[in-house]
């Protein structure tokens, strides 16, 4: 005798208990604090801001610890609360010639003004497990200099100055917003960029490093990186000024790429640009060579029918929040599909068959 | 952290927006119309287009079911309808009849809507044409040209190589002789059942499209003189109630192959034991029995 399977609500409030208890693992371990997460996981936690699309380090160190340290559920968790925010207004676009930088570093030129800053950075670190770790935290005091007061201005307006490197056109028009909007092709550039701020850093990375190996090469330098933090202005029509309402870290990549010039174009060079919350600088130079390669149309390139060039490829796939819902949904109950499959592949089957033994059937 | 969220969730002006969207794919039947999908609590891909069409056309005063593969106790229903009873404290039901707005996945009702019910579809694919093309810029443009040859091809070519066309879940149809529209992944069992009294809302939150057949729309699925469509299911009857008119699951019942069928509408089934319907491997129905 068969009796359908109910208890479908008990099943889930203690599968929903039993990950409460494995997300806390073993209790006579110390529990993870959120500003312990916000502080010496940093790195991670400014992932999850940057494709959460929302600023806030102690919400996303709530979400990673929520989330087990998985950081796509830690964006999912940060990207639906963020929907439910009320909408203020838009800031005034952020100066970041005015960035305090923690680091600020150019692979075009050996010195520029302002200086090279290497700041916090693994780039020069020998990848060896430090068993001291293991046992304390303790770390010796990093030396400290003056800090440089004054604008930092961007490498590649150096270029600039001699027409060298392809002038942006500028524009006061409001860009689209892909949070309030469906993204609708062609999308422009500021659309594109908002797309891949908040793309999966893999993704991103992956296309990014096609460009590299052929995939629509734009060989690309690093024009300048800057990470350091911004202030964010709004205009407050009350006041009829703006107002500085807090302050961002930012990571800023502007690449500078080799361009031999077209039917439209002198030679000069071109720019791809990166621009993430958090220090994220691999997110943000594979940024700025994907924005790069998105660009072959406006530049007058040819499409080489490499992934990294077609927006629409690009864009529908970059967001890991849709991708990881769709992926994983296949694991939801399918089965009347799959009964409507079973009947269709029985039948060809006995169809199939009566055709090869004719006799038989006969 | 606690917080109190608006009615069904969303807020206001979103739901304005999901309205507007709702409203122009009621004028236009069959056509997707983009929407600005927001993310929501629950992933991509769990029903995030249907919960979003839901939550902006529920009132306090309406009931709510919710059914996937035709059954209430499928666990991403029951999640569903605990989403809607938390966040707009609606009163729910598993009884069709008694239903306002029914959410569904992969099914339609036995049971025949009324014209005072509204039937949300989750949907993960809208394009019917995806599969064929996969870009949106392409297949916008053939549905704007009504360019459908590409599918035809594609049926005729099903023909041609397996003598039949393999397509048993999300038919394509034909929307008042204009849009070739995907009725979601239902079995085709269900797609006669189309053309019905209730308004249908179809909601894909990933792909951001909501499209609609208004109440009585004329709903053809697409086949050919000589192979026309045939709605098919399993060739039973339920092992439970007996119907030999509903679509039926095949449940494997031991590692000796051997198996019964039964209604994949959970409602139906128990309303007809209710009724005294007894099928070959039932007993009679009692209210605490399942």
Not at chain 1, 224 to 243: K, S
Not at chain 2, 128 to 135: G, M, V
């Amino acid at each position: 005798m068969y009796v359908a399977v109910k208890g479908g609500e008990k099943a889930i409030d203690a599968a929903h208990a039993w990950l409460a208890e494995e997300r806390r693992g073993d209790v006579t371990v110390p529990e993870l604090s959120v500003a312990q997460i916000r502080e010496q996981m940093a790195l991670a936690v400014n992932r999850v801001m940057a494709e959460g699309s929302l600023y806030d380090p102690d919400l996303a160190a709530l979400a990673i610890k929520q989330a087990r340290g998985d950081l796509i559920e830690a964006i999912f968790l940060i990207r639906a609360y963020r929907t439910t925010l009320p909408r203020f207004g838009y800031s005034n676009p952020v100066d970041t010639e005015k960035m305090a930088c923690d680091r600020r570093i150019s692979a075009t030129f050996k010195d520029a003004p302002g200086g090279q800053v290497l700041g916090p950075t693994f780039d020069y670190t020998h990848r060896l497990l430090d068993f001291k770790l293991a046992a304390d935290g303790e770390v010796p005091e990093a030396p400290t200099r003056e800090t440089q007061t004054g604008p930092v201005p961007h490498i590649t307006d150096f270029l600039n100055q001699e027409g060298l490197i392809q002038t942006e056109p500028t524009s006061d028009e409001a860009p689209r917003d892909l949070t309030r909007e469906p993204l609708e092709l062609p999308a422009d550039r500021a659309l594109r960029l908002q797309s891949l701020t908040r793309g999966d850093e893999g993704f991103i990375l992956g296309m990014a490093y096609s460009t590299q190996r052929g995939y629509a090469r734009n060989h690309a330098f690093v024009g300048e990186l800057r990470i350091g933090t911004c202030a964010v202005e709004m205009d407050i029509p009350e006041l009829g000024f703006a107002v500085e309402i807090g302050e961002i870290e930012l990571t800023e990549c502007e690449t500078v790429n080799q361009f031999a010039g077209s039917k439209t174009e002198p030679p000069q060079f071109t720019r791809g640009y990166g621009l993430v919350f958090g220090q994220t600088e691999r997110k943000a130079i594979s940024m700025a060579l994907v924005d790069r390669a998105l660009r072959w149309q406006e530049m007058g390139e040819d499409n080489l029918g490499a992934a990294a060039q077609d927006a629409e490829f690009v864009l529908y796939h970059a967001d890991n929040i849709q991708a990881t819902g769709f992926l994983e949904h296949i694991k939801l109950p399918h089965y009347v599909d799959f009964q409507s499959e079973l009947e269709l592949v029985r039948k060809m089957r006995a169809d199939a068959q009566a055709q090869t033994m004719p006799e038989a059937a006969e | 952290m606690t917080q109190d969220y608006n009615f069904a969730y969303l807020d206001e002006q979103t739901k304005r927006m999901i309205r507007r969207a709702i409203l122009k794919g009621l004028a236009v039947p069959g056509y997707q119309v983009p929407f600005a999908s927001r993310e929501m609590p629950m992933p991509y891909g769990w029903g995030t287009g249907g919960v979003q069409v839901s939550a902006s056309i529920l009132t306090p005063e309406d009931t709510m079911k919710v059914i996937d593969q035709g059954a209430d106790d499928t666990t991403n229903a029951v999640s569903i309808r605990k989403f809607f009873e938390k966040t707009a404290g609606v009163a729910t039901s598993e009884e069709t009849s008694k239903a306002d707005v029914i959410q569904t996945r992969h099914r339609i009702p036995e049971q025949d809507l009324r014209e005072d019910q509204i039937l949300v579809y989750q949907v993960p694919i809208p394009e019917p044409l995806r599969f064929l093309e996969p870009r949106e810029t392409e297949t916008r443009k053939m549905h704007a040209l009504e360019e459908y040859g590409l599918m035809h091809v594609k049926l005729y070519e099903d023909i041609s190589k397996n003598g039949a066309i393999s397509t048993s879940y999300a038919y394509p149809v034909k929307v008042e002789g204009r849009y070739v529209m995907d009725p979601s992944p239902i079995p085709k069992f269900d797609n006669p059942k189309l053309e019905m009294a209730a308004v249908q809302l179809f909601g894909a939150g990933r792909e951001q499209r909501i499209y609609a057949l208004p109440p009585y729309t004329r709903v053809v699925s697409l086949d050919f003189e000589d192979y026309p469509f045939e709605p098919s299911k399993a060739d039973h009857a339920c092992d439970l109630c007996g119907s030999d008119t509903s679509y039926l699951d095949e449940v494997i019942m031991d590692d000796a192959g051997g198996r019964m069928f039964v209604c994949s509408d959970t409602d139906f089934c128990r309303s007809r034991r209710a009724a005294g319907h007894v099928g070959a491997q039932g007993v009679p129905f009692e209210e605490d029995a399942a």
